[in-house]
């Protein structure tokens, strides 16, 4: 089946450290993005890339990096400048006019 | 994008409509008016989307005002499963990611 994989579903770090998150997607849609959602929020856009090697911030891309040197994979690195990381990550992907298709979201918890 | 409002909260009992509204009073001509629907600690999933007449899909209504300043998504027969946050999303067609996911409704279906 087709889909999006964000791993891991939980993941722990101290203060001070990056920390990188993975997604990846085998629909072959050419647009990704990463959004973080806060308890009883919506979802913010924190980058978002719509084709290999060119990425666009979002509306919080501050304390956050990106890369998409292939199309089927769009790291999200957390950085010790982001000072609030504690949060649930979302990635989606697209293809031209559709809907967006989302990952079931990494479980940051940063200590 | 346009913004959206939404009530922040709404009850249904089991088997019956569940109309969910949606105000966008500022939303452009070439906006489509998206709904996705997020079941907790999940990524969220499309449900539907149009732009000025009324549409419908396997799971939901979408009916859109005449001015298209407001919108109602109707779930038909609501179950259990169907306990969710519910967003409504204004944006153009080609821009999808960049569309701003407001508190959503959170709509709790009951026996």
């Known amino acids: 089946d087709g889909g999006i994989t964000q791993s891991p579903k939980y993941l722990f770090r101290k203060e001070g450290q990056n920390v990188t998150l993975s997604c990846e997607q085998n629909?072959?849609?050419?647009?990704m993005y990463w959004y973080r959602q806060d308890p009883g929020q919506g979802l913010r856009l924190i980058y978002y890339s719509q084709i290999v090697n060119d990425f666009q911030k979002g509306d919080i891309a501050e304390g956050y990096s990106v890369s998409r040197e292939k199309k089927e994979s769009f790291p999200l690195t957390v950085t010790s400048a982001q000072k609030n990381p504690t949060a649930f990550y979302l990635c989606?992907?697209?293809?031209?006019?559709?809907?967006?298709?989302f990952g079931n979201g990494t479980r940051l918890t940063v200590t | 994008d346009a913004k959206t409002t939404q009530p922040p909260s709404m009850d249904c009992a089991e088997g019956r409509a569940a109309n969910l509204p949606c105000n966008h009073s500022t939303i452009s001509g070439n906006e489509y008016v998206y709904w996705y629907r997020q079941i907790h600690s999940q990524g969220p999933q499309y449900i539907i989307h149009g732009l000025k007449n009324n549409e419908t899909n396997e799971m939901a209504s979408l009916i859109i005002t005449e001015d298209r300043k407001s919108s109602t998504l109707i779930l038909p027969h609501a179950t259990l499963r169907d306990t969710a946050v519910y967003y409504c999303?204004?944006?153009?067609?080609?821009?999808?990611?960049?569309?701003?996911f407001g508190d959503g409704t959170t709509l709790t279906v009951k026996p």
């Open positions: 989606a992907s697209n293809t031209g006019l559709s809907p967006l298709h």
């Open positions: 999303i204004v944006r153009v067609e080609t821009n999808a990611g960049k569309s701003t």
């Open positions: 629909l072959n849609h050419d647009a």
